[in-house]
Structures are given as structure tokens and as C-alpha cells.
């Protein structure tokens, strides 16, 4: 019995968001779930076993420092602005001064420091810092994870679930994914490909016949919507665009070159990333917010998959054309 791969869905999670963040220019995580730096202080927390603690509680704004562990004595930033004149910056601030003993840990959660970790920096002060150890990214992060037993991926799993998806009012969320599918239509990928009736199915078998373990957790959030966006789909469907096929035909077009190489989970989740790339990337797209975009393109595949355009439907399988 495969075990579920929430590994897959931690790093999914993280990419979105760090994607997000690229996409932006900037770090702004308070939009996105509105506490950041309780986010990164649990989050390193929970990967690590540390005791980090938001600095910001006993003293505002201090410069350079973001979080603090005091019994393993390490001071943190944590920044979008991954560079060696932001390290340098950070490591002269008077604000270090008084942490003798203590290490220097840098955070980047959009992009990889991998060359920073093979730098040398100026270091004024003195402070404890070794750059192979103490910069710290996205990609060490999810190594990090990617050897830790399955019940503390389950865990982190659970903790990055909770922190990184946002509830959104009913009405709100038409609106944004009537949004999203018309970013998507106006694309007009592929105008040639016939949009199926709507079938309904057995999804869990599907579920299972595709070895969708991770995704399954995506699927049986977002099943509860497909009504809504039949409704949005059948609304625009009536006006003569059409919308349904232009924005099924991408999901599936995303599904068919990723499945060259990809197979269960890793291919529905890359289904999900592709198709965000897309919007972000697209002429059209007006801005929503990125825990709400990743709603609404979730629950968009999650019903491309109900309708049969993406994976590998079972032997006999029974459904109900309506």
C-alpha cells in the first residue's frame, strides 16, 4: 500500500508561494495570510526543532533581526531579497552587536542562495556565521523535509495546509473564479478541442486507479464546488464564448505535456503549478490575491478531473451523463 506523499504537497506549497512572491517583487506575506513573520517563526520551528520566537513582540522593527531562538541562541532574517549586499547589509547593523554568542541564520523563501552559500562576507561585528550552514532556502528547506519520517512530513504537512490557504467568502469566490476562467479563455489555447458532457463518477475510484494519494486530500476539498463552477461555466457558455472548452483544453493541454514525465501525484500537482504560471504570466491577468488565485485553480482542475479531461479513468467504469 503506497503511503501519501505529503512531501509532495509541502514543496507544491512552498513553490506556489514563492512564486508568488517573485511574481510580486517584493515580500508581503501579510497579504497573503496576515501574520508572515508567525508564519516563518512556526514553520522553522516545526522543519527544524528550533524555538524561534517573533522578536518584533519585545521590540519593534529591530534592524536585521526578524526572529530569535534564545536557547539555541541563533538570530534570524527572513527576506524575498536574496543577495550578498542584503547579507552584508544585515551582518554591519548596530542591532547585532549585543547578541554575542549568538549565530546569524539568513532565510530566503523566493529564490535559491545557493551561490550565496559558497560567498564570503564582510562581517563587522563578528557574529557567528558560516554560509554553508546559516543561509538557508527554499530548496534546503524541502531537502530538510524530504529526509524526516513520514509522520513529521505529516505534521509540517498539516501546519503548512492550515497556515497557507485562506477562507474566502461564497460570493468572493465566484467572482474570482469566473476571473480566473476568463484569464484562461482569452487565451484561446486551443480553439479545435470539443468540450465533453458533464459526466458524474466514482471519484474515489479514480482517485485510487491514478494513485493519487497526496492529491487526494486537494480532491475531496474541492469536489464541493463543482456545482458552482458548472453554474459560472454554463452562465458563459450561454452568452456563446464558450468559455468551458477554451479553459478545460488548457488544464488538459498542462495535464498531456506533463505526463511525458510525470506520473500520480507529481502530476497533478504540476498540473495545478502550470496552470498558475500560466495566469500569472498571462497579458490578461488583473491581480487577485495569491491565496485565492491558488483556490480557484485548485478547485478548477480538482473539476477538470470530475469531468474526465485529466487522468486515466478505471475498467468498467460507471458514470451518469446529465
Not at 242 to 250: E, G
Not at 268 to 281: Q, R
Request: one cysteine or more; proline letters at 2%.
Amino acid at each position: 500500500m503506497n503511503r501519501p506523499n505529503y512531501f509532495d504537497v509541502i514543496e507544491e506549497r512552498l513553490n506556489l508561494l514563492a512564486l508568488r512572491i517573485i511574481s510580486r517583487g517584493r515580500l508581503n506575506i501579510l497579504d497573503f495570510h496576515g501574520h508572515s513573520e508567525n508564519f516563518y517563526q512556526y514553520f522553522l520551528n516545526e522543519v527544524y526543532g528550533w524555538t524561534v520566537t517573533n522578536e518584533n513582540d519585545n521590540q519593534q522593527n529591530v534592524e536585521a533581526i526578524d526572529l530569535i531562538d534564545h536557547p539555541n541562541k541563533f538570530v534570524i532574517q527572513v527576506s524575498s531579497t536574496s543577495s550578498k549586499q542584503k547579507i552584508e547589509s544585515s551582518l554591519s547593523k548596530d542591532s547585532i552587536k549585543k547578541y554575542v554568542g549568538y549565530t546569524f541564520k539568513f532565510v530566503s523563501i523566493a529564490r535559491d542562495a545557493d551561490d550565496l552559500r559558497k560567498d564570503t562576507f564582510k562581517n563587522p561585528h563578528g557574529i557567528s556565521f558560516t554560509p554553508s550552514a546559516d543561509i538557508i532556502d527554499k530548496n534546503s528547506i524541502l531537502s530538510k523535509i524530504r529526509r524526516l519520517h513520514i509522520n513529521d512530513q505529516k505534521r509540517i504537512y498539516q501546519f503548512v495546509k492550515e497556515e497557507l490557504v485562506a477562507e474566502i467568502d461564497p460570493m468572493k469566490l465566484e467572482s474570482n473564479l469566473a476571473a480566473v476562467i476568463n484569464i484562461l479563455a482569452k487565451e484561446d489555447w486551443d480553439k479545435s478541442e470539443s468540450v465533453a458532457e458533464i459526466n458524474s463518477f466514482e471519484i474515489d475510484r479514480k482517485i485510487s486507479h491514478n494513485n493519487l494519494n497526496a492529491a487526494k486530500v486537494i480532491i475531496d476539498d474541492y469536489t464541493v464546488h463543482y456545482g458552482r463552477v458548472d453554474k459560472i461555466y454554463t452562465e458563459f457558455d450561454s452568452q456563446g464564448s464558450n468559455k468551458s472548452s477554451s479553459v478545460l483544453s488548457t488544464i488538459r493541454q498542462e495535464y498531456a505535456k506533463a505526463k511525458s514525465n510525470l506520473t500520480d501525484d507529481q502530476l497533478f500537482f504540476a498540473v495545478i503549478s502550470k496552470v498558475e504560471e500560466k495566469i500569472l504570466n498571462s497579458s490578461n491577468y488583473t491581480s487577485i490575491p495569491f491565496d485565492e488565485l491558488e483556490l480557484c485553480i485548485n478547485i478548477l482542475v480538482v473539476d477538470a478531473f470530475i469531468r474526465c479531461k485529466i487522468f486515466e479513468n478505471p475498467d468498467s467504469y460507471n458514470y451518469a451523463t446529465t
